[in-house]
């Protein structure tokens, strides 16, 4: 299992039409190339309309690069299926299904209820939500909702999970709290993990490998491994080095990108 | 509980014992007063109707003094539960005013008619009249329910199958919608009454004819809001479930449709509505048969009795059929509430 989940994304370029303008295209990506080795936890940091959530969903095979292409495991992606799971900002459970219906609903598309149906128990166990099985969506709170979501993507045991800024929506106690869960699901499963965001704290803390972009055209303009062992220390000075390391781009990128614009 | 007794973990029940607890017992006792009303004005009724002598030739049976006993008798159970349960006294409190009026509104009717003659026979006969003549034809009656009911949910259910299937259809694929949305843009804007004297000319059986003019009234709403259900599904619904390995026909119905539900149960209830109203239409100008039919027939023979008999009896057929309607409602989208 954790030979597999390689991700090559090789020199792709996205360009989306405009909805408002017939002349003009909009570039989301511009010749972004990045490898992700099985088993990886890799965050990708940037401002908004850096092309980050585009690149997740070409990954994902919701979207389909304009040139270039995605490859997993050596094969070519071309559409979704269950070896890449995603998780949303906004939980989006089917809010008409109990807790565990959604939670396997994954094995049921795939006829694999009756297989996985105590790793789906394993799982519910694990994010400690096991007593809220037969509750319905709209009883849960927003916490509890992503740690379903989390755990509805992972039952099906994807190699890649990705992950769309899946704490954005939530306050800091539930975002820290979340976090260390993703880790132990992470270490439980050794999926590879990608995790889009743009709070920089938060890909130290979780990330091996955090890659930085810049908008408008999407690029990839910086990569740092951070070494340091979990569970990792938010106030250690090395953290807060590679922060500033990690500011002092994104920063830097920001000026860049109004110069462009004056 | 002592009196230090703390406020943490109450009881919802012991809630509203504290919210209460400054209530004086004089008020209280106007409260109770106030739930007792409807059965003074029932007692005044029931001695009214029998001991004010009745106008002219007026005649009138027991079987009023029954209806009206049984709603006292079940009032007062209900009133006299109301002292041992909570809930059951803020149901009656709540309804007391309601049935006061209502106690009193058949009082003015029985005045104004069989009392005293204001408003003349045939055309305002007196409740007690209503039930005999409902209790005379009774067998008439309960074959016309039959056959209404019949028509209504062969017509109600044949547009509900056919406005599912479109309207699913439309909202889940652009093509079909290509071909749909006309014909809803069409045969939306005409009531489906209007295609009646058509209908009537053309079809096999007066019964076929009418079914299928009340499933083309049912067909334009539950199209219309199975169509939208559909289309208004939000896009990561459909995202998630295909990450999750789920194919296209999984979507549809693990996703689209429950998702569109909401939607639906608004169509089929106006749906019913539509239905309710085509019927009554349908059978007063052709089909004969049913309670529409049964109105007009006794209309013109004068019957008003009996007239008014079918009409409450219409009503009383369409408040437990959308009721039940409801009662499906209530049980499918249980997830939207709390």
């Not at chain 1, 590879?192 to 955090?210: G, P, Q, W």
């Not at chain 2, 694929?173 to 069409?186: E, L, Q, R």
């Not at chain 2, 309670?291 to 009383?316: D, E, H, P, R």
């Given at each position: 299992?954790?030979?597999?989940?390689?991700?090559?994304?090789?020199?792709?370029?996205?360009?989306?039409?405009?909805?408002?303008?017939?002349?003009?295209?909009?570039?989301?990506?511009?010749?972004?190339?990045?490898?992700?080795?099985?088993?990886?936890?890799?965050?990708?940091?940037?401002?908004?309309?850096?092309?980050?959530?585009?690149?997740?969903?070409?990954?994902?095979?919701?979207?389909?690069?304009?040139?270039?292409?995605?490859?997993?495991?050596?094969?070519?992606?071309?559409?979704?299926?269950?070896?890449?799971?995603?998780?949303?900002?906004?939980?989006?459970?089917?809010?008409?299904?109990?807790?565990?219906?959604?939670?396997?609903?994954?094995?049921?598309?795939?006829?694999?209820?009756?297989?996985?149906?105590?790793?789906?128990?394993?799982?519910?166990?694990?994010?400690?939500?096991?007593?809220?099985?037969?509750?319905?969506?709209?009883?849960?709170?927003?916490?509890?909702?992503?740690?379903?979501?989390?755990?509805?993507?992972?039952?099906?045991?994807?190699?890649?999970?990705?992950?769309?800024?899946?704490?954005?929506?939530?306050?800091?106690?539930?975002?820290?709290?979340?976090?260390?869960?993703?880790?132990?699901?992470?270490?439980?499963?050794?999926?590879?993990?990608?995790?889009?965001?743009?709070?920089?704290?938060?890909?130290?803390?979780?990330?091996?490998?955090?890659?930085?972009?810049?908008?408008?055209?999407?690029?990839?303009?910086?990569?740092?491994?951070?070494?340091?062992?979990?569970?990792?220390?938010?106030?250690?000075?090395?953290?807060?080095?590679?922060?500033?390391?990690?500011?002092?781009?994104?920063?830097?990128?920001?000026?860049?990108?109004?110069?462009?614009?004056? | 509980?002592?009196?230090?007794?703390?406020?943490?973990?109450?009881?919802?029940?012991?809630?509203?014992?504290?919210?209460?607890?400054?209530?004086?017992?004089?008020?209280?006792?106007?409260?109770?007063?106030?739930?007792?009303?409807p059965i003074f004005v029932a007692i005044i009724h029931l001695l009214e109707y029998n001991y004010y002598p009745n106008y002219r030739l007026n005649t009138c049976t027991n079987i009023y003094n029954y209806f009206i006993?049984?709603?006292?008798?079940?009032?007062?159970?209900?009133?006299?539960?109301?002292?041992?349960?909570?809930?059951?006294?803020?149901?009656?409190?709540?309804?007391?005013?309601?049935?006061?009026?209502?106690?009193?509104?058949?009082?003015?009717?029985?005045?104004?008619?069989?009392?005293?003659?204001?408003?003349?026979?045939?055309?305002?006969?007196?409740?007690?009249?209503?039930?005999?003549?409902?209790?005379?034809?009774?067998?008439?009656?309960?074959?016309?329910?039959?056959?209404?009911?019949?028509?209504?949910?062969?017509?109600?259910?044949?547009?509900?199958?056919?406005?599912?299937?479109?309207?699913?259809?439309?909202?889940?694929?652009?093509?079909?919608?290509?071909?749909?949305?006309?014909?809803?843009?069409?045969?939306?804007?005409?009531?489906?009454?209007?295609?009646?004297?058509?209908?009537?000319?053309?079809?096999?059986?007066?019964?076929?004819?009418?079914?299928?003019?009340?499933?083309?009234?049912?067909?334009?709403?539950?199209?219309?809001?199975?169509?939208?259900?559909?289309?208004?599904?939000?896009?990561?619904?459909?995202?998630?479930?295909?990450?999750?390995?789920?194919?296209?026909?999984?979507?549809?119905?693990?996703?689209?449709?429950?998702?569109?539900?909401?939607?639906?149960?608004?169509?089929?209830?106006?749906?019913?509505?539509?239905?309710?109203?085509?019927?009554?239409?349908?059978?007063?100008?052709?089909?004969?048969?049913?309670?529409?039919?049964?109105?007009?027939?006794?209309?013109?023979?004068?019957?008003?009795?009996?007239?008014?008999?079918?009409?409450?009896?219409?009503?009383?057929?369409?408040?437990?059929?959308?009721?039940?309607?409801?009662?499906?409602?209530?049980?499918?989208?249980?997830?939207?509430?709390?």
């Amino acid at each position: 299992m954790s030979e597999k989940g390689k991700i090559e994304i090789d020199n792709i370029t996205k360009i989306f039409r405009r909805e408002d303008e017939d002349i003009e295209t909009l570039t989301a990506l511009d010749e972004v190339s990045l490898n992700v080795e099985p088993g990886e936890f890799v965050s990708i940091v940037g401002a908004s309309g850096c092309g980050k959530s585009t690149l997740l969903r070409i990954i994902a095979g919701l979207e389909t690069p304009t040139i270039g292409e995605v490859r997993k495991d050596g094969d070519t992606i071309t559409g979704t299926d269950e070896t890449r799971g995603l998780v949303f900002q906004d939980h989006s459970l089917y809010p008409w299904i109990s807790v565990w219906n959604n939670v396997t609903f994954g094995l049921k598309s795939l006829g694999k209820y009756k297989e996985k149906k105590e790793y789906a128990e394993k799982l519910l166990e694990l994010v400690g939500l096991s007593q809220f099985k037969r509750s319905y969506p709209s009883q849960l709170s927003g916490g509890m909702s992503q740690r379903i979501a989390l755990i509805r993507a992972l039952v099906t045991e994807p190699d890649v999970l990705l992950l769309d800024e899946p704490l954005g929506a939530l306050d800091a106690f539930t975002r820290m709290n979340i976090q260390d869960v993703l880790i132990d699901l992470w270490k439980e499963t050794k999926s590879t993990m990608i995790l889009i965001t743009h709070d920089v704290d938060e890909a130290i803390y979780l990330s091996e490998r955090v890659v930085v972009m810049t908008p408008r055209p999407g690029r990839i303009v910086d990569e740092l491994k951070i070494e340091m062992s979990y569970p990792r220390e938010r106030s250690h000075s090395q953290f807060v080095e590679y922060r500033n390391k990690i500011l002092k781009k994104l920063d830097y990128a920001h000026e860049q990108s109004i110069g462009y614009y004056i | 509980m002592s009196k230090e007794a703390n406020h943490i973990n109450l009881s919802s029940k012991e809630l509203n014992e504290l919210e209460r607890a400054d209530e004086s017992s004089a008020l209280r006792l106007i409260r109770r007063l106030i739930a007792a009303l409807p059965i003074f004005v029932a007692i005044i009724h029931l001695l009214e109707y029998n001991y004010y002598p009745n106008y002219r030739l007026n005649t009138c049976t027991n079987i009023y003094n029954y209806f009206i006993g049984f709603l006292l008798i079940a009032y007062t159970v209900f009133y006299f539960i109301s002292f041992i349960s909570r809930e059951i006294y803020d149901v009656v409190y709540h309804k007391a005013a309601f049935y006061t009026v209502l106690f009193f509104l058949l009082l003015a009717y029985d005045m104004a008619t069989l009392k005293t003659g204001r408003l003349a026979l045939p055309y305002f006969p007196w409740v007690d009249s209503i039930l005999n003549a409902m209790i005379d034809d009774r067998v008439k009656l309960l074959d016309c329910v039959r056959n209404s009911m019949l028509l209504l949910f062969n017509g109600y259910f044949k547009g509900v199958v056919t406005g599912l299937i479109c309207g699913i259809g439309a909202g889940w694929s652009k093509k079909i919608c290509y071909w749909i949305y006309p014909v809803t843009k069409v045969l939306g804007a005409v009531p489906s009454t209007t295609y009646m004297p058509i209908v009537v000319m053309v079809a096999a059986s007066l019964f076929q004819g009418a079914s299928f003019i009340i499933a083309l009234g049912v067909w334009f709403p539950v199209t219309m809001t199975a169509m939208t259900g559909v289309q208004s599904v939000r896009k990561q619904y459909y995202e998630a479930a295909r990450t999750l390995g789920t194919g296209k026909p999984g979507i549809l119905f693990r996703v689209a449709i429950p998702a569109a539900m909401p939607n639906i149960f608004a169509g089929l209830t106006q749906g019913m509505s539509v239905a309710c109203l085509t019927l009554v239409v349908a059978e007063m100008m052709g089909v004969e048969s049913g309670l529409g039919w049964y109105v007009n027939w006794q209309k013109s023979w004068a019957a008003f009795s009996k007239m008014y008999g079918a009409i409450i009896i219409i009503c009383i057929a369409f408040i437990l059929t959308n009721g039940l309607l409801n009662l499906i409602k209530k049980r499918v989208l249980r997830w939207q509430r709390d």
